[in-house]
């Protein structure tokens, strides 16, 4: 591994505040995050503590407000931090984003006694949260959620399977979408599960080729029981609620994958400048710097991407189109980047010496997760061509 020092990227940043958050951001990258991160991954371990220190330092509820511990700051800045940790490990970078994005639903459509009650342990009081809406059989059809919950007096009494949850077995909160009602989008509602309400159990984690410290599992409900008191939104408005999440946590993804990008470019050009072979460093090479300069771009490219969508949140303007392309560019340059990085080092970035081709298998998932990158296109050509004749 090179001792070569990348150079920070350069951000435009709104508010002295948010460089001193970013600052402070990438000392906790450098100091906790990524001198661990490939020894934990190989292992599997999941860095609870690094998580801990995350909402100890602030940084758990970024984009909600102040009055109930929230960081009270843009997307364009929260994204930016994102982009920092998944930089310094995808797993820690992944969480927050997936932490953020099953505390949605409570912070945008909980009534204001459910913020009252719940949000300040979510948002800073080091509680971990998961995101429940696909099931073995409904994936990128989530509409079709077969997990029920049965109004029972003042209770709901929810049963099924829940399938690839980050943070499941770990989470301390579980934001569960279930069927109410009829079929179809209209008959899903929203809960607020509590991680050890008992009937809740996780399957033993998914083996990954990558991403091996995070958790992802199946959660199932085998008559939890909880209180019409932790009804998110009205009955009926669940799947309403879950794709407003989702367009917010595609951004998310999408700033993952640029800092996954990044740190490879950063070793690809390392490696480069370091290595010398007939008589040279290899970067002298028009070969490799013409690489080199197509993924600097690309991950450019991204970066302005994503933000642009962020500020389009920030002035509450619709951004669906441009989270979606964002996710699409963001997470597609990731593969390409890291698949490039692993080609520059040649032989050394086919080995675990280098971290390169662990970045590469776990750039793989950030084109599957939070909508694949087919329903990306899908989505994207309904805003632009219109929805498909039927």
């Known amino acids: 591994m090179s001792d070569r020092e990348p150079q920070p990227v350069e951000r435009q940043l709104p508010t002295d505040e948010a460089r001193d958050l970013l600052a402070l951001v990438r000392e906790i990258a450098r100091r906790e995050i990524a001198p661990k991160a490939a020894e934990e991954e190989d292992a599997g371990r999941f860095p609870r503590e690094v998580f801990t220190l995350l909402s100890e330092s602030g940084l758990l509820g970024l984009p909600y407000g102040a009055e109930y511990g929230g960081g009270d700051q843009p997307y364009e800045v929260y994204l930016q931090v994102l982009e920092e940790l998944a930089a310094a490990r995808l797993t820690v970078g992944l969480g927050l984003s997936v932490h953020t994005l099953a505390s949605y639903a409570l912070a945008t459509y909980g009534t204001k006694q459910q913020q009252v009650e719940h949000l300040p342990a979510i948002l800073g009081g080091g509680l971990l949260g998961a995101y429940c809406l696909s099931e073995p059989s409904s994936g990128s059809d989530a509409a079709s959620l077969r997990t ?30 279930a069927r109410t009602g009829e079929d179809g989008p209209r008959g899903i509602t929203a809960f607020l599960v509590p991680g050890d309400a008992p009937g809740l159990s996780a399957a033993a984690p998914e083996k990954k080729m990558g991403m091996k410290g995070s958790p992802t599992a199946q959660v199932h409900f085998d008559g939890v029981r909880v209180g019409d008191e932790r009804r998110i939104g009205e009955e009926g408005q669940g799947f309403t609620i879950a794709l407003a999440a989702l367009d ?19 070793e690809a050009v390392a490696y480069a400048t370091e290595r010398r072979q007939f008589g040279r460093p290899i970067a002298d090479f028009q070969g490799l710097r ?6 600097a771009t690309q991950i450019e490219a991204g970066r302005a991407l994503y933000l642009a969508a962020a500020r389009l949140r920030d002035a509450g303007k ?34 675990a010496d280098f971290p390169v081709e662990r970045l590469m298998r776990e ?5 599957i997760v939070e909508g694949t990158n087919q329903i990306q296109r899908m989505v994207i050509a309904r805003h632009v061509a219109g929805p498909e004749a039927r």
């Open 248 to 266: 917010s946590g595609r951004l998310g993804i999408a700033a993952c994958a640029i800092g996954v990008a990044q740190a490879a470019l950063d």
């Open 318 to 351: 619709p951004f669906a189109k441009q989270a979606a392309m964002a996710k699409l560019h963001c997470t597609d340059t990731a593969m390409k980047v890291t698949t490039d990085a692993v080609q520059i080092l040649g032989g050394y970035g086919y080995t």
């Open 148 to 177: 029920k919950a049965v109004r029972e007096g003042d209770d709901w009494v929810i049963d099924g399977t829940k399938a690839w949850i980050t943070h499941g077995g770990v989470a301390d909160f579980y934001t569960v979408m």
């Open 363 to 367: 750039a793989k998932v950030l084109q």
């Open 290 to 295: 013409f690489m080199i300069a197509d993924m």
